[in-house]
């Protein structure tokens, strides 16, 4: 499989500043910010799934977008994985009728736009010779991280997370792991913050680090715009068994 980073920067301000989402071949979106829209119209085209790790904006953006843009030029719905808790805030707060139409019902409910698909940690779904199944996480509102498995290796993706045992213990689970991407948020003099908002900062990213028993590519996302360079260089100060660098937008990933 391949990964392209659509975007992977905690905020917006700049031309390389798009939020949350990852292109995995040519059909699969792992969340849905606001990277999307530099797809072309025939790329969007050929999403057919979109797994979300939780309800934030930065994560959600461009699904309303999307399947407004390709909602008619389809044969199938556009499919959104996500935890039951997830799918549930997305009905109530964005697929509303008053934030955005209820593309479930759009044309009719026989024949919709978009579908959700519940997910539960562990459980894996299968799209031809690939898997993606849903890692617990720890942040402010229902979320997960995510396991792609290409059938000859696997990468993991964190989501929003602060340290979190479970998927520490997800992650070493896992073999012939050669990618994780794990967010980094707030520097170490935010950690107050980091804490109450569920991210991590570098010294909780080495603790978290320093458990995993594998050694995969450690990439960096979710990123204050402001603050980045300074998040990376307390990151480099750190000692642990895993190297770590910064992820970009345009990067490819394969596994």
Same mark, same amino acid.
Request: aromatic content about 6%.
């Given at each position: ?21 990852? +292109? ?41 977008? +999307? ?82 498995? $290409? ?48 991210? +991590?900062?570098? $010294? ?27 998040? +990376? ?23």
């Amino acid at each position: 499989m391949k990964l392209k980073v659509l975007g992977c920067s905690g905020g917006i301000g700049g031309r390389k500043a798009r939020t949350t989402a990852f +292109l995995a071949d040519e059909d699969i979106l792992i969340d849905c910010g606001t990277g999307v829209g530099d797809l072309e119209f025939e790329e969007l085209l050929r999403i057919d799934h979109i797994f979300v790790s939780h309800a934030h904006l930065d994560h959600i953006a461009s699904i309303p977008l +999307l399947v407004d843009s390709v909602g008619e030029m389809r044969h199938v719905p556009l499919t959104v994985y996500a935890t039951a808790e997830t799918i549930r805030i997305l009905r109530s707060h964005i697929f509303n009728w008053l934030i955005w139409p209820d593309f479930t019902a759009i044309p009719d409910r026989n024949r919709p736009f978009l579908r959700f698909q519940p997910v539960r940690v562990g459980e894996p779904v299968r799209l031809g010779g690939r898997t993606v199944t849903a890692l617990p996480a720890q942040h402010t509102v229902p979320a997960v991280g995510y396991c792609l498995d $290409s059938g000859a290796g696997k990468l993991v993706y964190s989501g929003d997370t602060a340290y979190s045992a479970e998927l520490v213990a997800a992650i070493n689970a896992l073999p012939e792991l050669r990618h994780l991407i794990v967010e980094t948020a707030f520097p170490d003099e935010q950690r107050g913050l980091a804490l109450a908002s569920r991210h +991590l900062c570098p $010294s909780m990213l080495a603790a978290m680090l320093d458990e995993i028993e594998g050694n995969p590519r450690v990439h960096i996302t979710h990123l204050k715009p402001g603050v980045s360079e300074r998040i +990376l260089a307390q990151i480099a100060a750190q000692s642990h068994h895993l190297s770590a660098c910064a992820l970009e937008q345009g990067q490819v990933l394969e596994f």
